[in-house]
């Protein structure tokens, strides 16, 4: 179909919106592209999405300190809106690159007398830079902001290599491991500590998404490992701990070290917070053709339903839990960040009083999807 007139009196505008498959599915961007099918009787739109975890680059191309994110790429200045209300922001600036587009179509007409009473389009062009630059200041202090929670959280990471340490020293001592075994749980915690070291480094200038290293995995030997990492928490307490692994579980696609962080948080504070003689299970099911889903549980003393949501979120800590060791603290905001970087998403289920369960998604290596 020929394009009318309306077409050729509209604004172009070129969007890169950069999301997961998981944003996709939510229902903040499936408003938001549902409002950019709408502004296409305004604006003559080109629109794409890219993957951040397919393209990382994107993330530092455009000092985009979250996804999702939606990019203005054309016409100049480019802006960047992100957080969890991009199409508010989007329909505030929406009238004034209308305003901006019709100024600009006029310009070639009218003579300097003819502006002179009323706003150029340069004068606009200058308000709209400055208005980006503001933006950007704001994206920068943000940025500055994400980099030390990476730090913090990178840094309370060395607890668990050093957690494991303690406890095969113990057990050493006591004459519970052979020798042979407590030289290789040290080896491997130290390099957890090596690797973590470097990670406090590279965070100062690398986005927390880029410390991943995803490739086909197995999760049975990782969940296996992690519980024979724990046995000081849970040997000599008459805990029952179940297992359910199926032998046809699929591959995924994950960060080795990543996945034994969470699984290993996540069995600590199932362990930590069970009473002797409690009971604590791992599972392991494929229930899609697409994700592995991971859940923990306990019989502990459960999360109350207003706090199931703080939980996951920085330095959070349960009133309940405040007395008790370190609570669930920022484990479980490690967790979620790790989880989400790999595209699938954690939560928990409990009752106060009845335990807790914690599931958690994990996309399965595409080389055995049908």
Not at 63 to 86: E, M, S, W
Not at 112 to 117: F, N
Not at 271 to 280: E, R, S
Request: hydrophobic fraction near 40%; include cysteine.
């Amino acid at each position: 179909m020929p394009p009318t007139g309306d077409n050729e009196n509209r604004q172009d505008i070129t969007l890169l919106l950069v999301a997961g498959p998981h944003h996709l599915a939510g229902p903040d961007v499936r408003a938001l592209l549902s409002f950019l099918e709408e502004q296409k009787h305004t604006f003559n739109i080109s629109f794409s999405i890219a993957d951040p975890q397919k393209q990382p680059e994107l993330l530092e191309l455009h000092r985009l300190v979250a996804t999702p994110a939606l990019i203005k790429l054309d016409p100049a200045p480019k802006q960047v809106f992100a957080g969890n209300a991009i199409q508010r922001q989007l329909q505030n600036w929406l009238p004034r690159w209308q305003q901006l587009g019709m100024v600009s179509g006029l310009s070639s007409s009218l003579t300097p007398s003819d502006t002179a009473g009323g706003t150029s389009q340069r004068e606009m062009q200058l308000e709209d830079q400055l208005l980006v630059l503001r933006q950007e200041n704001e994206t920068l202090t943000s940025r500055l902001g994400v980099q030390e929670r990476l730090l913090r959280m990178v840094a309370h990471e060395l607890r668990t290599p050093l957690t494991a340490a303690n406890l095969a020293l113990q057990s050493y001592r006591l004459e519970q491991i052979k020798t042979d075994r407590f030289f290789d749980v040290m080896d491997r915690r130290l390099e957890d500590i090596e690797q973590l070291s470097h990670d406090l480094l590279e965070v100062g200038s690398t986005r927390w998404e880029a410390l991943f290293n995803p490739q086909r995995l197995g999760l049975a030997p990782i969940a296996a490992e992690a519980i024979l990492e724990l046995e000081k928490l849970w040997v000599n307490r008459r805990l029952e701990l179940l297992t359910d692994v199926p032998s046809d579980l699929p591959d995924v696609y994950a960060d080795q070290r990543r996945m034994r962080q969470v699984i290993l948080n996540l069995l600590e504070n199932a362990l930590k917070f069970t009473p002797d003689g409690g009971q604590v299970s791992l599972k392991l099911l494929h229930r899609t053709s697409q994700w592995v889903q991971v859940s923990v549980s306990d019989s502990g003393p459960g999360i109350p339903t207003e706090e199931q949501q703080r939980i996951f979120q920085d330095r959070v800590r349960l009133p309940q839990t405040a007395g008790q060791t370190s609570g669930f603290g920022v484990g479980l905001s490690v967790c979620r960040r790790i989880v989400e970087v790999h595209g699938g998403r954690i939560w928990v289920v409990s009752d106060p009083g009845e335990g807790a369960c914690f599931h958690f998604t994990v996309p399965i290596w595409r080389g055995q999807i049908s």
